[in-house]
């Protein structure tokens, strides 16, 4: 799964990285956590729009918001099945920006968070679907990040990973209209394990009160396989 991660990159690196246009204060931020405000990239009137939607995807059909609490992550191997997911996935694509995430790798009784990012340290795109609750006036639009099985390189800490897409794949995630199993298929794998990076950080990051850049620093004395 994917439940924590960082986005950090500035403005300007926004626009020029993703191509689109950055009207929003995005402050810098260690340690996201579900049900908070993430930025996305979704499709609008023929462009991309960057906007904040709530992390955990509540159906249009839900009765209770309290659903999406449960919903931060879709699997990429049965999201085109899942009522939950399934319309969204046809027209409601986004891209969840962020710049590497968090995962714990399992020590004997304990688990140790790692930090897993590229290695040339470049924004990531996780792939995301995003829907619209709208229940008595109260209007809601969340999303969810599809994950798929753990490259070489995380498999050994989790045994799940964020689907991240890169450059060239990501007008075809936006593009609004239906993808079919082939073009779903090609898109939603693990990235490259030679492409990133992964170290131990300090267990502070377990906690979303935490914030700052010390969370995604290395632990000393923790390092080991599979670094």
């Not at 986005?7 to 191509?19: G, L």
């Not at 991309?48 to 159906?59: F, I």
């Not at 969340?142 to 995380?154: F, M």
Request: overall charge neutral; charged content about 25%.
């Amino acid at each position: 799964m994917c439940g924590r991660y960082a986005f950090y990159s500035p403005a300007e690196a926004v626009r020029q990285y993703f191509a689109v246009d950055c009207e929003l204060d995005l402050q810098p931020r260690y340690n996201i956590a579900p049900t908070q405000d993430v930025p996305v990239i979704r499709r609008r009137d023929g462009g991309k729009e960057l906007a904040l939607l709530h992390w955990g995807l509540v159906p249009s059909w839900a009765k209770e918001k309290s659903i999406g609490n449960r919903m931060i992550n879709a699997r990429a191997e049965t999201v085109a099945e899942k009522p939950s997911f399934r319309n969204a996935l046809k027209s409601r694509r986004c891209l969840v920006l962020a710049n590497g995430f968090y995962e714990r790798q399992k020590t004997g009784a304990a688990k140790q968070p790692h930090y897993i990012c590229m290695q040339d340290r470049r924004p990531m795109a996780f792939t995301g679907l995003w829907e619209s609750w709208d229940k008595g006036g109260e209007l809601l639009e969340s999303c969810a990040i599809i994950t798929t099985t753990a490259n070489e390189l995380v498999a050994p800490i989790h045994h799940r990973m964020p689907v991240i897409l890169g450059k060239d794949r990501q007008t075809d995630w936006l593009s609004g209209v239906p993808l079919d199993a082939g073009q779903l298929g090609s898109m939603l794998l693990p990235s490259p394990a030679g492409e990133m990076v992964a170290w131990p950080v300090d267990r502070k990051v377990n906690s979303p009160a935490n914030q700052g850049s010390e969370l995604i620093e290395e632990e000393p004395g923790q390092r080991g396989e599979p670094q």
